[in-house]
């Protein structure tokens, strides 16, 4: 079935080490995005793609960068992860034409020790 | 501005009874509206959307919506639920065009289903 996948859905990192989560999707979409989401909250735009255009949100912290190397996959790289960091990174998928009906991968839980 | 207010954050409610999630947007425009479920630990799945036409939309799981222009309200509805209907529901409404495609968020509504 054609679907968006994240790996790992579980990811622990310490304190100021890089860490990188992936997403593929299988879907052929032309846009991507990565949410951050904590506990008991809404998800949080972090960034999208539209094709290889990168969309940062404002409020976005450079400590956040993507990369989308193909239309398929998408990464999101925490440079220097921090505790206030550990939240849920969703990443999702739409096809330009669709409405904004995004696709939504299980999501990595990320843990900062 | 566009917003998305989900009236309750939490709705317990005991199985086989009706629910009713609200939610009021605000916008100056035509818009599409949304009603996402999440399950522990997993992501967002759509259940239901509304996009232009019919005012009553029907979803997955028995859900429904129905999208009203004067109130600016998309409450989400199921007749009967299930445990298994236990998740956290959100709202959501488009913004954007091209290439600059967002969704606005509410702050989601607990729904406990109990025994």
């Known amino acids: 079935d054609a679907m968006v996948i994240q790996n790992p859905r579980y990811q622990v990192t310490q304190f100021g080490k890089p860490v990188t989560l992936s997403c593929s999707q299988t879907?052929?979409?032309?846009?991507m995005y990565w949410y951050q989401q904590k506990s008991s909250q809404a998800p949080k735009l972090l960034f999208h793609?539209?094709?290889?255009?990168?969309?940062n949100e404002a409020d976005t912290p450079d400590n956040f960068q993507s990369r989308r190397p193909n239309t398929s996959f998408c990464f999101l790289d925490i440079r220097s992860p921090g505790l206030g960091d550990a939240a849920m990174y969703l990443c999702?998928?739409?096809?330009?034409?669709?409405?904004?009906?995004?696709?939504f991968g299980p999501g990595t839980r990320l843990t900062v020790l | 501005a566009q917003s998305v207010t989900q009236l309750d954050s939490q709705v317990p409610v005991f199985e086989e009874a009706p629910v009713e999630l609200r939610c009021n947007y605000s916008?100056?425009?035509?818009?599409?509206l949304f009603w996402y479920v999440q399950y522990p630990n997993q992501g967002l799945q759509l259940l239901l959307k509304?996009?232009?036409?019919s005012t009553l939309v029907k979803g997955i799981n028995g859900f429904e919506a129905e999208f009203n222009k004067s109130q600016t309200s998309f409450h989400l509805r199921k007749p009967s639920v299930h445990i298994s209907d236990t998740a956290e529901y959100f709202c959501?409404?488009?913004?954007?065009?091209?290439?600059?495609?967002?969704?606005?968020w509410g702050l989601g509504t607990s729904l406990a289903v109990n025994p």
């Open positions: 999702a998928s739409l096809l330009r034409a669709a409405y904004n009906e995004q696709f």
């Open positions: 879907l052929n979409h032309n846009v």
């Open positions: 793609y539209y094709d290889k255009d990168f969309n």
């Open positions: 916008s100056s425009v035509s818009v599409y």
């Open positions: 509304y996009l232009s036409g």
């Open positions: 959501a409404v488009s913004k954007g065009a091209g290439n600059n495609r967002k969704l606005i």
